[in-house]
């Protein structure tokens, strides 16, 4: 099922009185989301994920805009009447049933056409425990699950009535880090195989680029880059994209361009073909290369080995933080107070200093 957000707008009215200004939590949110597809909604508290994945299930309705579910409009329907399946951060299970109970659950209520035989829900609750991989866990009650597995129930439950779109928010961020990973490849293989569309809310930038076809970045109400993960790690639009993704973060630095060439500090680092101007550089940590003759020259402050790579943490007046972290192939030798460095320039990336906008670079 597409679904379609249409100049989506959703504004709150302040709480304090005395500042009239009101909370726009949704800007002008256009988007097709491919059916089908799988796609992380990401970005830091406050930016508006919610409120977009709450007005895409019908317990918000928008301020303005329309939301269209394949070629139907939504935008004034009930959550019960979208086809919706919902799972939030706390299970939100009835403490009460069993798991085969709050499976069945939303099946009790089906009327008409749709009104199932006792039999044949438990059949349904089966078939989804089973996608789920929970079916041997029927009779127990929530209190009697892990975590992973509370989350696994309320995957069934929102999936047991075959919804249109599935919509998820932030479901991992009650499990400890090993069931968080086990849990995401679960909704991975999960959605790849019932190939419902399926909207997935995070804070998280690893584990929205890990299970998405495409990923959302929003910052205060507004979408700030729309893509595949790659492409958006790859070729971020601007200073907040390139900072929010990425682990470990890009390193910033403030430099400038004169006479064709970037300099950091004192130092020209790179050939480049804009105009002079003050810049601020962003460099990946693996945009570093190891280089004795290398021009770009820091303080070695320490090495961690992490296997294959080693971490190298440095210090350079110019770098927005007190240390920076680059990562280079193991078979380095770093000795000495002194590391040099000659760069990847398609790992260095040029930022407008107002606006933060990407510069674009030949
Ligand atoms: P988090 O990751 O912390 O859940 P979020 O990105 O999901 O954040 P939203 O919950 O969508 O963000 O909130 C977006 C903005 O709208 C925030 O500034 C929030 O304070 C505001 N907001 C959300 N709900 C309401 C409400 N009912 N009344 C007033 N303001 C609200």
Same mark, same amino acid.
């Given at each position: 099922?597409?679904?379609?957000?249409?100049?989506?707008?959703?504004?709150?009215?302040?709480?304090?009185? $005395?500042?009239?200004?009101?909370?726009?939590?949704?800007?002008?949110?256009?988007?097709?989301?491919?059916?089908?597809?799988?796609?992380?909604?990401?970005?830091?508290?406050?930016?508006?994920?919610?409120?977009?994945?709450?007005?895409?299930?019908?317990?918000?309705?928008?301020?303005?805009? $329309?939301?269209?579910?394949? *070629?139907?409009?939504?935008? +004034?329907?009930?959550?019960?009447?979208?086809?919706?399946?919902?799972?939030?951060?706390?299970?939100?299970?009835?403490? +009460?049933?069993?798991? &085969? @109970?709050?499976?069945?659950?939303?099946?009790?209520?089906?009327?008409?056409?749709?009104?199932?035989?006792? /039999? #044949?829900? !438990?059949?349904? !609750?089966? #078939?989804?425990?089973?996608?789920? /991989?929970?079916? %041997?866990?029927?009779?127990?009650?929530?209190?009697?699950?892990?975590?992973?597995?509370?989350?696994?129930?309320?995957?069934?439950?929102?999936?047991?009535?075959?919804?249109?779109?599935?919509?998820?928010? #932030?479901?991992?961020?009650?499990?400890?880090?090993?069931?968080?990973?086990?849990?995401?490849?679960?909704?991975?293989?999960?959605? /790849? $195989?019932?190939?419902?569309?399926?909207?997935?809310?995070? +804070?998280?930038?690893? #584990?929205?680029?890990?299970?998405? *076809?495409?990923?959302?970045?929003?910052?205060?109400?507004?979408?700030?880059?729309?893509? $595949?993960? @790659?492409?958006?790690?790859?070729?971020?639009?601007?200073?907040?994209? !390139? &900072?929010?993704?990425?682990?470990?973060?890009?390193?910033?630095?403030?430099?400038?361009? &004169?006479?064709?060439?970037?300099?950091?500090?004192?130092?020209?680092?790179?050939?480049?073909?804009?105009?002079?101007?003050?810049?601020?550089?962003?460099?990946?940590?693996?945009?570093?290369?190891?280089? %004795?003759?290398?021009?770009?020259?820091?303080?070695?402050?320490?090495?961690?080995?992490?296997?294959?790579?080693?971490?190298?943490?440095?210090? +350079?007046? /110019?770098?927005?933080?007190?240390?920076?972290?680059?990562?280079?192939?193991?078979?380095?030798?770093? @000795?000495?107070?002194?590391?040099?460095?000659?760069?990847?320039?398609?790992?260095?990336?040029?930022?407008?200093?107002?606006?933060?906008?990407?510069?674009?670079?030949?």
């Amino acid at each position: 099922m597409k679904v379609t957000l249409q100049n989506l707008t959703k504004t709150f009215p302040s709480r304090n009185k $005395k500042e009239q200004k009101e909370v726009v939590a949704v800007s002008n949110f256009t988007f097709e989301i491919p059916d089908g597809t799988l796609i992380g909604l990401l970005g830091p508290s406050g930016c508006g994920k919610s409120t977009t994945l709450s007005l895409i299930c019908g317990l918000l309705k928008p301020t303005s805009g $329309k939301i269209f579910f394949g *070629d139907d409009e939504v935008t +004034h329907l009930s959550p019960e009447n979208r086809g919706v399946g919902m799972v939030f951060q706390n299970y939100a299970l009835y403490p +009460h049933l069993t798991v &085969k @109970q709050n499976i069945t659950f939303p099946l009790e209520n089906l009327k008409g056409k749709d009104k199932m035989t006792k /039999q #044949e829900m !438990a059949q349904k !609750a089966l #078939e989804t425990a089973k996608l789920v /991989q929970i079916e %041997e866990l029927m009779d127990r009650k929530p209190s009697e699950l892990s975590g992973g597995q509370q989350q696994r129930v309320a995957i069934a439950r929102a999936l047991v009535k075959m919804p249109r779109v599935l919509l998820l928010d #932030e479901p991992l961020s009650n499990l400890d880090a090993r069931l968080r990973l086990a849990t995401r490849e679960e909704i991975r293989r999960i959605q /790849q $195989k019932t190939k419902i569309t399926t909207v997935f809310v995070t +804070h998280d930038q690893e #584990e929205a680029m890990s299970i998405s *076809d495409l990923i959302v970045v929003m910052k205060d109400g507004i979408v700030q880059q729309i893509g $595949k993960p @790659q492409e958006v790690y790859n070729d971020p639009c601007n200073l907040f994209v !390139a &900072k929010f993704l990425g682990t470990p973060p890009i390193n910033i630095f403030k430099g400038k361009v &004169k006479d064709r060439k970037l300099y950091i500090g004192n130092t020209a680092v790179m050939d480049t073909d804009i105009p002079d101007m003050p810049v601020t550089v962003g460099i990946r940590p693996e945009g570093f290369m190891a280089d %004795e003759k290398g021009e770009f020259e820091c303080e070695l402050e320490r090495i961690e080995v992490m296997g294959r790579d080693i971490s190298v943490i440095a210090k +350079h007046e /110019q770098c927005e933080t007190p240390v920076f972290r680059a990562i280079i192939n193991g078979e380095n030798e770093i @000795q000495g107070q002194k590391v040099r460095f000659s760069l990847k320039p398609r790992k260095v990336y040029l930022f407008d200093n107002e606006k933060g906008s990407r510069i674009e670079v030949n």
